[in-house]
């Protein structure tokens, strides 16, 4: 089991940067498939992006085209999501997911869940 949390949100004025943290309680981090999704008010949650175990592979939606980047360090059990210019349309909850797996696993799998932490852009 997996319990996370995340941290790094806020109010970002458009074009500006923010960096989300994501730490993980246990010992088998690296066994775990991770990704952040977002929710913003009145939407259902969609999927932002995911990393590999080992963090050589990344998946992005579409909307990202580029601008965000996920990482983790898996010394330190943390995934990170580097978002840069920023669009008033990425404001939302942010959460960090973790699905225990070798592959490239569907949304619904993801089974671990933080918190969110709140991104707010403003224009």
């Known amino acids: 089991q997996v319990q996370l949390v995340e941290s790094g949100g806020g109010l970002v004025q458009a074009g500006g940067s923010l960096r989300l943290s994501c730490a993980a309680s246990?010992?088998?981090?690296?066994?775990?498939?991770m990704g952040w999704f977002r929710q913003a008010p009145g939407k259902e949650r969609e999927f932002v992006a995911a990393?590999?175990?080992?963090?050589?592979?990344?998946y992005y939606a579409g909307f990202v085209k580029g601008r965000f980047t996920i990482s983790r360090d898996n010394a330190k059990n943390t995934v990170y999501l580097q978002m840069s210019s920023l669009k008033v349309e990425d404001t939302a909850v942010y959460y960090c997911?973790?699905?225990?797996?070798?592959?490239?696993?569907?949304?619904?799998?993801?089974?671990?869940w933080g918190q969110g932490t709140q991104v707010t852009v403003s224009s």
């Open positions: 990393i590999s175990l080992s963090g050589v592979s990344t």
């Open positions: 246990g010992r088998t981090f690296s066994s775990y498939v």
């Open positions: 997911a973790a699905v225990r797996s070798r592959n490239w696993p569907p949304p619904a799998d993801y089974n671990y």
